[in-house]
Protein backbone atom coordinates (compact mmCIF):
# COMPACT_ATOMS: atom_id res chain seq x y z
CA UNK A 1 0.00 0.00 0.00
CA UNK A 2 1.48 3.64 -0.28
CA UNK A 3 0.22 7.28 0.07
CA UNK A 4 -1.11 8.97 -2.67
CA UNK A 5 -1.05 12.56 -2.68
CA UNK A 6 -2.45 13.64 0.70
CA UNK A 7 -5.00 10.83 0.85
CA UNK A 8 -3.70 7.96 2.23
CA UNK A 9 -4.09 8.00 6.43
CA UNK A 10 -1.05 7.53 8.18
CA UNK A 11 -3.66 4.88 10.16
CA UNK A 12 -3.62 2.88 7.47
CA UNK A 13 0.15 2.73 7.41
CA UNK A 14 0.52 1.43 10.78
CA UNK A 15 -2.49 -1.26 10.32
CA UNK A 16 -0.47 -2.48 6.57
CA UNK A 17 3.01 -2.67 8.32
CA UNK A 18 1.64 -4.74 11.47
CA UNK A 19 -0.84 -7.03 9.40
CA UNK A 20 0.76 -6.96 5.68
CA UNK A 21 2.42 -10.73 6.30
CA UNK A 22 -0.96 -11.81 7.09
CA UNK A 23 -3.74 -9.59 4.74
CA UNK A 24 -1.64 -10.14 1.40
CA UNK A 25 -2.67 -13.46 -0.21
CA UNK A 26 0.01 -15.57 -1.80
CA UNK A 27 2.52 -12.85 -0.51
CA UNK A 28 5.79 -15.02 -1.25
CA UNK A 29 4.18 -16.20 -4.94
CA UNK A 30 4.08 -12.93 -5.96
CA UNK A 31 7.62 -11.80 -5.09
CA UNK A 32 9.13 -14.39 -6.25
CA UNK A 33 7.23 -14.09 -9.57
CA UNK A 34 8.51 -10.53 -10.09
CA UNK A 35 12.18 -11.91 -8.71
CA UNK A 36 11.89 -14.38 -11.78
CA UNK A 37 11.36 -11.94 -13.68
CA UNK A 38 14.03 -9.51 -13.41
CA UNK A 39 16.48 -9.76 -16.58
CA UNK A 40 19.87 -12.15 -16.05
CA UNK A 41 21.99 -9.48 -16.80
CA UNK A 42 20.36 -6.74 -14.55
CA UNK A 43 23.92 -6.54 -12.97
CA UNK A 44 24.51 -3.66 -10.80
CA UNK A 45 21.55 -2.03 -11.97
CA UNK A 46 19.01 -0.03 -10.18
CA UNK A 47 15.73 -0.96 -9.55
CA UNK A 48 12.74 1.41 -8.56
CA UNK A 49 10.34 -0.11 -5.83
CA UNK A 50 7.01 2.45 -6.73
CA UNK A 51 5.42 2.36 -3.20
CA UNK A 52 7.92 0.14 -1.54
CA UNK A 53 5.60 0.06 1.72
CA UNK A 54 7.36 -2.14 4.56
CA UNK A 55 9.71 -2.86 2.20
CA UNK A 56 9.05 -6.76 1.74
CA UNK A 57 9.09 -7.01 -2.11
CA UNK A 58 12.20 -4.94 -2.25
CA UNK A 59 14.13 -7.59 0.29
CA UNK A 60 12.98 -10.25 -2.40
CA UNK A 61 14.76 -7.96 -5.06
CA UNK A 62 18.04 -7.49 -3.25
CA UNK A 63 18.15 -11.13 -1.91
CA UNK A 64 17.59 -12.90 -5.14
CA UNK A 65 19.76 -10.28 -7.35
CA UNK A 66 22.84 -9.65 -4.57
CA UNK A 67 24.60 -7.25 -7.08
CA UNK A 68 21.51 -5.06 -7.72
CA UNK A 69 20.42 -1.00 -6.10
CA UNK A 70 17.36 -0.87 -5.05
CA UNK A 71 15.26 2.63 -4.14
CA UNK A 72 12.27 2.37 -2.66
CA UNK A 73 9.38 5.41 -3.37
CA UNK A 74 6.75 5.65 -0.75
CA UNK A 75 4.50 8.70 0.19
CA UNK A 76 3.92 7.33 4.21
CA UNK A 77 7.00 8.61 6.38
CA UNK A 78 6.04 5.40 8.21
CA UNK A 79 6.47 3.09 5.70
CA UNK A 80 9.54 4.31 4.53
CA UNK A 81 10.45 4.38 8.13
CA UNK A 82 9.42 0.83 8.17
CA UNK A 83 11.07 -0.10 5.02
CA UNK A 84 14.84 1.63 5.96
CA UNK A 85 14.65 -0.25 9.41
CA UNK A 86 13.93 -3.90 7.89
CA UNK A 87 16.41 -3.31 5.23
CA UNK A 88 19.19 -2.06 6.84
CA UNK A 89 20.74 -5.19 6.49
CA UNK A 90 21.79 -4.29 3.06
CA UNK A 91 23.31 -1.05 3.54
CA UNK A 92 23.54 1.29 0.93
CA UNK A 93 22.04 -1.06 -1.89
CA UNK A 94 18.72 0.40 -0.28
CA UNK A 95 17.82 3.44 0.22
CA UNK A 96 14.03 5.30 0.43
CA UNK A 97 12.73 8.43 -0.35
CA UNK A 98 9.35 10.09 -0.60
CA UNK A 99 7.32 10.84 -3.55
CA UNK A 100 4.05 11.17 -4.78
CA UNK A 101 2.92 8.09 -7.03
CA UNK A 102 0.26 9.97 -8.93
CA UNK A 103 2.42 13.45 -9.94
CA UNK A 104 4.68 13.16 -12.48
CA UNK A 105 7.80 14.99 -11.20
CA UNK A 106 9.08 12.13 -9.88
CA UNK A 107 9.77 10.07 -13.37
CA UNK A 108 12.15 12.62 -14.74
CA UNK A 109 14.63 11.94 -11.88
CA UNK A 110 15.11 8.03 -13.86
CA UNK A 111 16.44 7.22 -16.92
CA UNK A 112 17.88 3.68 -17.98
CA UNK A 113 16.56 1.84 -15.18
CA UNK A 114 16.94 -2.37 -15.41
CA UNK A 115 13.41 -2.94 -13.79
CA UNK A 116 10.44 -0.77 -12.28
CA UNK A 117 8.65 -2.85 -9.59
CA UNK A 118 5.35 -1.70 -7.76
CA UNK A 119 3.26 -3.75 -5.27
CA UNK A 120 -0.56 -2.81 -4.23
CA UNK A 121 -0.43 0.84 -4.90
CA UNK A 122 -1.67 1.52 -8.82
CA UNK A 123 -5.24 0.37 -8.04
CA UNK A 124 -5.36 4.02 -5.78
CA UNK A 125 -4.96 5.52 -9.25
CA UNK A 126 -8.21 5.50 -11.57
CA UNK A 127 -8.45 4.50 -15.52
CA UNK A 128 -6.88 7.68 -17.00
CA UNK A 129 -3.84 7.63 -13.82
CA UNK A 130 -3.09 4.09 -14.30
CA UNK A 131 -2.58 4.74 -18.22
CA UNK A 132 -0.98 7.74 -17.64
CA UNK A 133 1.57 5.82 -15.59
CA UNK A 134 2.38 3.22 -17.70
CA UNK A 135 3.14 5.40 -20.53
CA UNK A 136 5.22 7.21 -18.22
CA UNK A 137 7.26 4.41 -17.19
CA UNK A 138 7.82 2.78 -20.62
CA UNK A 139 10.56 5.77 -21.58
CA UNK A 140 12.24 5.41 -17.86
CA UNK A 141 13.63 1.86 -18.56
CA UNK A 142 16.48 0.56 -20.50
CA UNK A 143 15.35 -2.05 -23.36
CA UNK A 144 14.23 -4.85 -22.24
CA UNK A 145 13.59 -3.50 -18.87
CA UNK A 146 10.83 -4.72 -16.36
CA UNK A 147 8.12 -3.26 -15.25
CA UNK A 148 6.26 -5.79 -12.79
CA UNK A 149 3.27 -4.85 -11.48
CA UNK A 150 0.95 -6.95 -8.42
CA UNK A 151 -1.84 -5.38 -7.52
CA UNK A 152 -5.26 -5.90 -7.00
CA UNK A 153 -7.89 -6.44 -9.48
CA UNK A 154 -11.56 -5.05 -10.07
CA UNK A 155 -13.16 -8.66 -11.05
CA UNK A 156 -14.93 -9.07 -14.54
CA UNK A 157 -18.11 -10.78 -12.86
CA UNK A 158 -20.20 -11.41 -9.96
CA UNK A 159 -18.60 -14.84 -10.11
CA UNK A 160 -15.05 -13.78 -10.03
CA UNK A 161 -16.00 -11.74 -7.29
CA UNK A 162 -17.06 -14.29 -5.04
CA UNK A 163 -14.58 -16.58 -5.78
CA UNK A 164 -12.47 -13.90 -5.38
CA UNK A 165 -13.61 -13.03 -1.69
CA UNK A 166 -13.65 -16.78 -0.39
CA UNK A 167 -10.23 -17.05 -1.78
CA UNK A 168 -8.69 -14.24 -0.02
CA UNK A 169 -10.35 -15.40 3.55
CA UNK A 170 -9.40 -18.44 3.47
CA UNK A 171 -5.82 -17.27 2.72
CA UNK A 172 -5.66 -14.76 5.56
CA UNK A 173 -7.41 -17.49 8.00
CA UNK A 174 -4.63 -19.89 7.18
CA UNK A 175 -2.16 -17.34 7.34
CA UNK A 176 -3.26 -16.29 10.90
CA UNK A 177 -3.55 -20.36 11.84
CA UNK A 178 -0.06 -20.99 10.34
CA UNK A 179 1.96 -17.94 11.98
CA UNK A 180 -0.19 -16.94 14.90
CA UNK A 181 -1.49 -20.51 15.96
CA UNK A 182 -4.68 -18.17 16.61
CA UNK A 183 -7.38 -16.22 14.42
CA UNK A 184 -6.53 -13.16 15.66
CA UNK A 185 -4.60 -11.53 12.27
CA UNK A 186 -8.07 -12.97 10.11
CA UNK A 187 -10.57 -11.37 12.89
CA UNK A 188 -8.54 -8.54 12.41
CA UNK A 189 -9.08 -8.52 8.85
CA UNK A 190 -12.75 -9.00 9.29
CA UNK A 191 -12.79 -6.13 11.21
CA UNK A 192 -11.16 -3.73 9.21
CA UNK A 193 -13.04 -5.14 6.40
CA UNK A 194 -10.52 -5.37 4.60
CA UNK A 195 -11.53 -7.97 2.03
CA UNK A 196 -12.73 -5.30 -0.88
CA UNK A 197 -14.78 -8.32 -2.46
CA UNK A 198 -16.83 -9.48 0.33
CA UNK A 199 -20.23 -8.74 0.15
CA UNK A 200 -20.50 -6.26 3.25
CA UNK A 201 -17.28 -4.41 1.69
CA UNK A 202 -17.55 -0.90 2.36
CA UNK A 203 -16.94 1.03 -0.76
CA UNK A 204 -13.44 3.32 -0.45
CA UNK A 205 -12.68 6.07 -2.40
CA UNK A 206 -9.02 5.31 -2.67
CA UNK A 207 -9.37 1.81 -4.24
CA UNK A 208 -10.01 2.25 -8.07
CA UNK A 209 -8.94 -1.23 -9.34
CA UNK A 210 -8.78 -1.79 -13.16
CA UNK A 211 -9.27 -5.80 -14.87
CA UNK A 212 -6.53 -8.02 -16.04
CA UNK A 213 -7.55 -7.49 -19.40
CA UNK A 214 -7.76 -3.46 -18.97
CA UNK A 215 -4.18 -3.20 -17.65
CA UNK A 216 -2.66 -5.57 -19.95
CA UNK A 217 -3.95 -3.73 -22.89
CA UNK A 218 -3.17 -0.47 -21.71
CA UNK A 219 0.73 -1.99 -20.66
CA UNK A 220 0.78 -2.82 -25.07
CA UNK A 221 -0.67 0.65 -26.04
CA UNK A 222 2.34 2.21 -23.67
CA UNK A 223 4.89 0.41 -25.69
CA UNK A 224 5.84 -2.34 -23.86
CA UNK A 225 6.52 -5.75 -25.12
CA UNK A 226 6.63 -9.28 -23.72
CA UNK A 227 3.10 -8.04 -22.10
CA UNK A 228 1.77 -11.13 -20.03
CA UNK A 229 0.19 -12.05 -16.79
CA UNK A 230 2.35 -14.21 -14.73
CA UNK A 231 0.18 -14.46 -11.56
CA UNK A 232 -3.94 -14.44 -11.01
CA UNK A 233 -5.35 -15.68 -7.71
CA UNK A 234 -7.67 -14.11 -4.88
CA UNK A 235 -8.33 -10.96 -6.56
CA UNK A 236 -4.42 -10.29 -6.89
CA UNK A 237 -2.56 -10.08 -9.44
CA UNK A 238 1.08 -10.04 -11.26
CA UNK A 239 1.53 -8.33 -14.80
CA UNK A 240 4.79 -7.49 -16.83
CA UNK A 241 5.93 -5.54 -19.57
CA UNK A 242 9.69 -4.69 -21.11
CA UNK A 243 10.61 -1.66 -22.10
CA UNK A 244 11.19 -1.42 -25.64
CA UNK A 245 11.94 2.20 -26.37
CA UNK A 246 15.84 3.28 -26.50
CA UNK A 247 17.06 5.39 -23.60
CA UNK A 248 16.53 8.96 -24.51
Not at 122 to 146: N, S, T, Y
Not at 175 to 196: H, I, K, P, T, Y
Amino acid sequence: MCAVADTWPEEASHDFITYGEFFVPDREEHAAAVCAAIPEDIGTGVVLDLCCGAGGLSASILESHPDVRVVGLDGSQAMRAAATDALARFGDRFKAEEFDLGEGGWRVRWNGCRAIVSSLAVHHLDAGGKQDLFRGIEPMLAPGGLFALVDVIQPASDASRRIAAAAWDEQVRARSLERLGDLSAFEAFQRMRWNCYADDAEDDPLDKPSTIIEQLTWLVQAGFEGVDLLFARAGHAVMVGYGASPIP
